[in-house]
């Protein structure tokens, strides 16, 4: 069992939707990444987060500690957010990743 | 743009060849990570650097190596490279190792003919 594990693995909306990428994981962490890349392999950090909730623009990142959950919702989703969204947790200095959420947003 | 740079792009090698890869870290930074990214796959660690030691290594075997210099950039090296070498490589600089926040590089396409 992966240490980080992300559900759904693929995930296809219609422009406008609201959008819920899930992960758990089971290691202790220092903090939970979310992570988008485009085709091509480059990574963009959105969300750093250790507890609560944080927002940025159309996007929200939650986590539970107690349950060792987070989620990243998209709210309104548009054809430019079709990414791969990875989360990753820092454990002893180094990150573990998801195998990541394939998004395609249609128009 | 995140400030980190690797280069090259793409790289393609055959069986039994050496690589070399490379990184420039955001300045300041003493913390460089490097991760193996398989196709279809989350990234994995490999190791990583701080003030120029390794300083923490993944499930990865020894011909994979690496060096971290004084300004800041750093080189991933893979010897006697097999077709599962193939992969993205990603590195990614931090302030610190007491910091969380990682900057990721573009990433290097290693194809292992």
């Known amino acids: 069992k992966n240490e980080v594990e992300q559900s759904p693995q693929n995930l296809t909306a219609q422009e406008g939707e609201f959008i819920t990428i899930n992960c758990s994981y089971s290691?202790?962490?220092?903090?939970l990444h979310w992570l988008q890349q485009h085709p091509g392999g480059g990574i963009v950090s959105l969300f750093m987060?250790?507890?609560g909730k944080k927002k940025h623009g159309r996007l929200i990142a939650t986590i539970n500690i107690q349950e060792k959950h987070s989620s990243l919702h998209i709210t309104a989703s548009h054809p430019r957010d079709s990414a791969v969204y990875i989360c990753?947790?820092?454990?002893?200095?180094?990150?573990?990743f998801g195998t990541g959420t394939r998004l395609q947003v249609f128009p | 743009e995140t400030g980190v740079t690797q280069s090259p792009t793409h790289l393609i090698k055959t069986r039994g060849q050496q690589v070399t890869l490379r990184c420039s870290s955001q300045?300041?930074?003493?913390?460089v990570s490097w991760y193996q990214q398989a196709l279809g796959q989350g990234p994995q660690f490999i190791f990583q650097?701080?003030?120029?030691?390794?300083?923490g290594r993944g499930n990865f075997p020894p011909r994979f190596s690496g060096l971290q210099f004084p300004n800041y950039s750093s080189e991933l090296n893979v010897n006697a490279l097999e077709l599962d070498d193939s992969a993205l490589y990603l590195c990614?600089?931090?302030?610190?190792?007491?910091?969380?926040?990682?900057?990721f590089g573009p990433g290097t396409r290693l194809t292992v003919l």
């Open positions: 300045s300041g930074h003493n913390t």
């Open positions: 987060l250790s507890s």
């Open positions: 990753a947790v820092s454990n002893t200095d180094k990150l573990i």
């Open positions: 990614a600089s931090r302030l610190d190792r007491g910091t969380d926040t990682q900057y």
């Open positions: 650097y701080y003030r120029e030691e390794e300083n």
């Open positions: 290691v202790g962490i220092s903090a």
